[in-house]
T-cell receptor, first 114, second 115 residues
């Protein structure tokens, strides 16, 4: 079985401050990990993914994520938040064998205050 | 590419009626997924196809739900009869190959309201 936990329903941060959205995963074997963003009334947009190699992955719109195998975490980060980053963020996991489709977390709403 | 195309964008129907949601995946993608999003349950996988063949339909709620993929460029999700608890946003997504490290691309979704 594979699962994802996003422990925070909402994260509030002031514009210009660094942001972190947390994600932990559970999967048999090694994982592929993904972050998606959803704006109101839109579909999910891919941000970045971890496959293998460097634990720090850089993605779209200045976002990055750090893979930590010992903590089974894949937290999303950005050095300086923008008001336009306010959205719903989803972490997702798939085992490397790929027998199942992506499993998504419950989502974290990011609110960036001006 | 136009991306994954879903129709209709919004659907309002009466309880007991048949509802058909449609999806056109990205050309060249051979994996297709149907997800349902609700406030209570988040994003749930309903079914996915690989090369037009259903691989995992364990997420389909009950026999009222059925999905088909008659060819590589078209899929449908049908609910018959519909119930108010089916109200949700239904997303279709596609990717180049199930089992690989490829991301899925999502359509805009169909917001279904059953009254």
């Amino acid at each position: 079985a594979q699962s994802v936990a996003q422990p925070e329903d909402q994260v509030n941060v002031a514009e210009g401050n660094p942001l972190t959205v947390k994600c932990t995963y559970s999967v048999s074997g090694n994982p592929y990990l993904f972050w998606y963003v959803q704006y109101p009334n839109r579909g999910l947009q891919f941000l970045l993914k971890y496959i293998t190699g460097d634990n720090l992955v850089k993605g779209s719109y200045g976002f990055e994520a750090e893979f930590n195998k010992s903590q089974t975490s894949f937290h999303l980060k950005k050095p300086s938040a923008l008001v336009s980053d306010s959205a719903l963020y989803f972490c997702a996991v798939r085992d490397m064998i790929g027998r199942r489709a992506l499993t998504f977390g419950s989502g974290t709403r990011l609110q960036v205050q001006p | 590419d136009a991306g994954v195309i879903q129709s209709p964008r919004h659907e309002v129907t009466e309880m007991g009626q048949e509802v058909t949601l449609r999806c056109k995946p990205i050309s060249g993608h051979n994996s297709l997924f149907w997800y349902r999003q609700t406030m209570m349950r988040g994003l749930e996988l309903l079914i996915y196809f690989n090369n037009n063949v259903p691989i995992d339909d364990s997420g389909m709620p009950e026999d009222r739900f059925s999905a088909k993929m008659p060819n590589a460029s078209f899929s449908t999700l049908k609910i018959q009869p519909s119930e108010p608890r089916d109200s949700a946003v239904y997303f279709c997504a596609s990717s180049t190959r199930q089992g690989a490290n490829t991301e899925a691309f999502f359509g805009q979704g169909t917001r279904l309201t059953v009254v």
